[in-house]
């Protein structure tokens, strides 16, 4: 699983991957197993034949850098991809929330002293002290911060962890709201980064004609499913999937939850919803049997060709 081939000032969450590292990466699956699409790993499962050695490349969200980076490498190498897209910013300027909010905390060089937001229940407040300005240490202590593994390293770094926390289960309406309200804080005007934005519609129509290449849905404003009522859901898949199915003229199939997040209704609506099967981002490998609708994947992290093989052996022992 991918999100991103890019090298970022920053990368908490650990999603992106270098273009360099990335050629390595295929290169090394090229050689330990035999790529498949997805949706033939999933046929092969629900007729109970699956074969050694298959791997299945998917991309999460529908970043621009799929389109202009990962797609070229792919190609070169004539390996199949699923590319899972939320819809809703396809074809705008937009950044996703997450992005957005890490580089108004993390990077702006100038805050304000003090921090105050109530988030509907929740009032989070901080005093920034001696981070108001971002200097050099700072820039660094966030530039290697890994968010899923290792505690805050800053204030800063603290504040952006709970506002993220906090914003995560809201609906994306309340999410840019929210934004607004720290963006009004800062006064500072708001500048869309273009290597941040996803693909135009244009893109994602020229993707889809690859025969090389699968679409598959990833909801229209990545919410954490399992937050929401079954109706909204629902509505969330359905829209995606008719969107992209108008979009790229192809039957959409396939389902990857946002953050892997789901929960029981989650599970009867995605068949309700026409998908024939959905993955999460728990790291469990493949196998017949499993619940075709909470497959598990493996996010892909930074790493050169020989630590991914590595990596890729103790997979298969799951």
């Known amino acids: 699983m991918y999100h991103r081939i890019a090298v970022p000032e920053v990368d908490v969450w650990e999603i992106n991957v270098s273009p360099a590292m990335f050629e390595q990466q295929l290169q090394v699956l090229k050689k330990m197993g035999n790529v498949v ?3 033939q ?3 092969e499962i629900n007729a109970g034949k699956l074969h050694k050695n298959r791997i299945a490349i998917t991309f ?3 970043y621009i850098d799929n389109f202009t980076v990962a797609k070229p490498f792919l190609e070169k190498y004539c390996l199949p991809a699923t590319f899972f897209i939320s819809s809703g910013n396809i074809g705008t300027e937009k950044e996703y929330w997450w992005d957005e909010l890490e580089h108004l905390i993390l990077f702006t060089q100038h805050l304000p002293p003090f921090f105050s937001l109530q988030i509907r229940e929740t009032i989070v407040e901080t005093e920034l002290k001696t981070e108001v ?5 700072l ?3 966030h530039g290697c911060w890994k968010a ?3 505690e805050p390293p800053t204030i800063r770094a603290k504040l952006f962890y709970k506002l993220w926390q906090t914003l995560r289960p809201l609906p994306a309406i309340e999410q840019q709201q929210y934004l607004q309200n720290i963006q009004t804080w800062i006064n500072k005007p708001k500048l869309a980064r273009p290597e941040y934005r996803t693909m135009s519609i244009a893109e994602l129509k020229e993707l889809a004609t690859d025969d090389l290449f699968t679409i598959g849905a990833h909801t229209v404003t990545h919410p954490a499913l399992a937050d929401h009522s079954a109706q909204f859901q629902k ?8 969107f992209l199915s108008e979009i790229t003229g192809r039957e959409i199939n ?5 953050y892997g997040n789901y929960n029981e209704q989650t599970l009867t609506i995605a068949p309700e919803t026409g998908f024939n099967a959905a993955f999460t981002t728990e790291e469990m490998s493949i196998k017949s049997g499993y619940h075709k609708y909470s497959f598990g994947r493996l996010q892909v992290k930074n790493l050169p060709g020989a630590a991914f093989g590595e990596q890729l052996k103790h997979w298969k022992l799951y």
């Open 37 to 39: 699409p997805l949706q």
């Open 41 to 43: 790993l999933v046929n």
């Open 60 to 62: 999460d969200d529908g």
């Open 133 to 137: 300005f971002l200097d050099e240490e």
């Open 139 to 141: 820039r660094q202590k």
């Open 148 to 150: 899923c593994t290792e």
């Open 235 to 242: 509505k969330e898949l359905l829209e995606n999937r008719y």
């Open 254 to 258: 396939l389902l990857a939850y946002p």
